[in-house]
């Protein structure tokens, strides 16, 4: 190769070299380039999606302009527009997810304390309305378990009647007198605790019976004419004076089973009825030994007897105030007894007074 052609290539490469660089900067500008106008067309939605349309748009129209400090200020006052949206909105949902549950929670507690109470309002946050349709349909099984396991109970205390009678016609055939008044004995007893399994099933059954309007002043009048009828003198003090809301059947038979304790207890039975603000009372007292303190919550579990002055040969199973306190409950009401300064019991029925 010639000198001449040797010069002429060594002055023609630096300008390929610097054209070659160029082209090379251009093909990695271009990513940067690209980057940008994303950046720009994300930050022009966010402006326009908080801040409306009337954003400057000279501010954010040339893709080609740079990221100035104005820019900036823009995507980050939308940024944090946004974050507080956002926050409201959690803080507005999360308000109302405890709203539901502290509702949840107080239905439970008010009404919870019998089979019987309302079903649970199905409404609020999808959440809300999802635990308390779960409650209700566990509610609704668990009651009928209940029925059928009364209804097994009650059939079996039943069936128990007729093998009784066969042996009460046999022992009447015993020669030995004190051998057949025994058995006669026993049997009684038998009997007694049949009769009072059946009536347990039968009262338990009305947990579940519902709320309705009712006279309690009709029902204390008629309870109180059939005990006159069968030579049993009780007397009314007080009265309601307006219908309430609660289940008569349960009313009837709580008031049937304190009453017919107090008789066979005590004497000089009275009802007194009061209504106050919130609150209907009917207590039941006599002037019988009453309780020894000691026994006095223990006597409303089942088949728990307790009493004092001679009153523990009485007859009686045991369920009469176990009943009458589940039953009172499931009106969403309660029983307690207490004994009377003057010497008797008092068993003191407190209704929630829901006027009709």
């Known amino acids: 190769m010639t000198k001449k052609s040797r010069a002429s290539i060594s002055s023609f490469h630096p300008a390929c070299a610097s054209d070659a660089r160029a082209g090379a900067v251009s093909k990695t500008a271009q990513p940067a380039r690209r980057s940008q ?3 720009l067309v994300a930050a022009r939605a966010i402006a326009v999606a908080t801040l409306g349309q009337n954003v400057h748009a000279a501010t954010l129209s040339p893709l080609s302009c740079p990221l100035d400090d104005s820019l900036r200020w823009i995507v980050c006052v939308s940024v944090l527009v946004g974050l507080m949206l956002l926050a409201v909105f959690l803080w507005l949902e999360a308000m109302d997810h405890r709203a539901g549950a502290a509702r949840l929670a107080r239905a439970m507690e008010h009404r919870g304390n019998g089979a019987g109470m309302p079903e649970l309002v199905e409404s609020g946050p999808r959440a809300i309305v999802r635990l308390a349709r779960a409650i209700n349909n566990l509610r609704r099984r668990q009651a009928e378990r209940d ?18 009678t066969r042996m009460g016609l046999r022992c009447e055939m ?12 026993d049997l009684a007893q038998m009997r007694e605790l049949v009769e009072a399994s059946v009536a347990s099933a039968r009262m338990q ?10 006279d309690a002043d009709g ?8 005990y006159r009828e069968a030579g049993r003198a009780i007397v ?6 307006q219908p309430v809301m609660a289940c008569p059947l349960a009313l009837r038979r709580v008031l049937a089973n304190l009453i017919d304790n107090a008789l066979r207890y005590g004497r ?3 009802v007194c009825a009061r209504v106050d603000s919130t ?43 176990a009943i009458a306190r589940r039953l009172a409950r499931s009106m969403q009401g309660d029983l307690q007894l207490q004994n009377r300064r003057c010497g008797g019991l008092e068993a003191r029925l407190t209704l929630p007074l829901v006027v009709a």
């Open 37 to 39: 106008g994303l950046a």
């Open 279 to 321: 609150s209907l009372v009917l207590a039941v007292v006599d002037s019988g030994p009453g309780i020894r303190p000691a026994q006095m919550e223990a006597v409303f579990a089942p088949w728990v007897r307790a009493g004092q002055g001679g009153s523990e040969g009485k007859a009686g199973s045991g369920l009469g105030l």
């Open 174 to 185: 015993l020669e030995d007198h004190a051998l057949r008044e025994a058995m006669e004995r």
């Open 236 to 241: 009314l003090d007080g009265r309601i004076g």
């Open 268 to 270: 000089d039975v009275r």
């Open 219 to 226: 029902l204390l009048g008629n309870m109180m004419r059939d």
């Open 205 to 214: 059954r009305s947990v579940a019976e519902p709320l309705q309007r009712v």
């Open 147 to 164: 029925v059928a396991h009364l209804d097994v109970q009650a059939a079996y205390a039943h069936d128990l009647r007729t093998p009784l």
